[in-house]
């Protein structure tokens, strides 16, 4: 049984949540038994995901973050409250549950290759995950990042920098290789490439598709205010 160890989730796909409390009163329940020990992911996901579970890809960055928004307002607002959204709608949001951490669990932002996403992790002071990107990739990401958390009025750095990488282990270097070839054939998010299975339809997502990243914050911010933006609202 473990003490002290972080026990951190990267991480929970927002866009295929129906019911973002549910999600929020099942984390707050995690962080409780373990004493405060939480770390939330909160990934966008891949277009494979959202279509095998019957939602349209087209919203997926709006409702990652309605349901991120609505998340945090249930683990920090006192209740009741209502919400009232683009994607989700709740007459009554009053959980039962809520983290043992004050005023709520450190939130990571897991990603490949979305300037995006990097800029709004940056934005709300949430430390950004490169999934196992290129050394060149991964230093572009740390740059954006950082760019954008200057702006935000804070300090990026190693702090706020994180890399997931792949590593097996078996008996003979021969059999390392080969037993990981068979795990890197999908090519997908956590390897630093976009297989087709994998990815968001072309025109939903043409700044996810390997395309150079901008070094520019206010570039990725022109790119994601050119969507439809997720507006919601809160009514006591």
């Given at each position: ?30 962080d ?5 020990r ?14 095998a579970?019957?939602?349209n ?20 607002r ?28 450190r ?12 800029v709004w ?39 706020y ?8 282990v ?6 390392a ?7 890197r ?47 919601s609202?809160?009514k006591?």
């Open positions: 049984m473990t003490k002290n160890v972080k026990i951190v989730m990267l991480g929970n796909p927002l866009p295929l949540a129906e019911n973002p409390m549910r999600l929020a009163e099942e984390l707050s329940m995690i409780m038994i373990s004493k405060g939480l770390v939330s992911g909160f990934v966008r996901g891949g277009g494979q995901e959202q279509l579970t019957g939602v890809p087209a919203f997926n960055r709006e409702r990652f973050q309605e349901a991120h928004d609505l998340i945090v307002a249930a683990w920090t006192e209740g009741p409250f209502r919400w009232e959204g683009t994607h989700y709608q709740h007459r009554v949001v009053n959980p039962w549950a809520v983290p043992l951490q004050k005023p709520y669990p939130v990571w932002i897991p990603g490949v290759i979305s300037p995006e996403t990097i992790a940056a934005e709300h002071g949430y430390p950004y995950i490169a999934l196992n990107t290129p050394v060149e990739r991964t230093q572009q990401i740390w740059k954006i990042y950082d760019e954008a958390a200057a702006a935000a009025g804070f300090q990026g750095g190693p702090d920098h994180g890399l997931l990488k792949q590593i097996h078996a008996e003979t270097e021969e059999k290789i080969k037993n990981a070839a068979e795990f054939w999908m090519q997908g998010e956590f390897t630093g490439l976009a297989h087709p299975v994998w990815s968001t339809p072309s025109a939903t997502a043409a700044r996810s598709t390997g395309a150079p990243l901008s070094s520019s914050p206010r570039g990725a911010r022109r790119t994601r205010a050119a969507g439809r933006r997720s507006k609202r809160w006591s």
